[in-house]
Nanobody
């Protein structure tokens, strides 16, 4: 069963940066689309970025130009570089496949942006 372990979250001021990491294990084919999702309090989980085999990327309009997704195939790790953080980026961030594997959601990593 595929598993995800997220890290790198924290508390930052608006305008700051964070780099999230997601270590993937149990995957049968690394050539899979992997996404970063986030869930703010009282909101539904949403997809913010995805990457397909390190070439094709997608970003939600709300993060376009500020976030960058990348992957290190040798380390089975997917990253999310977040710059220009805004208070509305405050959420728990998760990674998962696309479509997501329902039983594989990890603990996530909390990102809190203060104004």
């Amino acid at each position: 069963q595929v598993q995800f372990v997220e890290s790198g979250g924290g508390l930052v001021q608006a305008g700051g940066s964070l780099r999230l990491s997601c270590i993937v294990s149990g995957i049968t084919s690394w050539i899979r689309t992997i996404g970063w999702y986030r869930q703010a309090p009282g909101e539904q989980r949403e997809l913010v970025a995805r990457i397909s085999n390190g070439i094709i990327t997608y970003y939600a309009d709300s993060v376009k130009g500020r976030f960058t997704i990348s992957r290190d195939n040798a380390k089975y790790t997917v990253y999310l570089q977040m710059n220009g953080l805004k208070p509305e980026d405050t959420a728990v961030y998760y990674c998962n496949l696309l479509p997501p594997a329902p039983s594989s959601w990890g603990q996530g990593t909390q990102v809190t942006v203060s104004s």
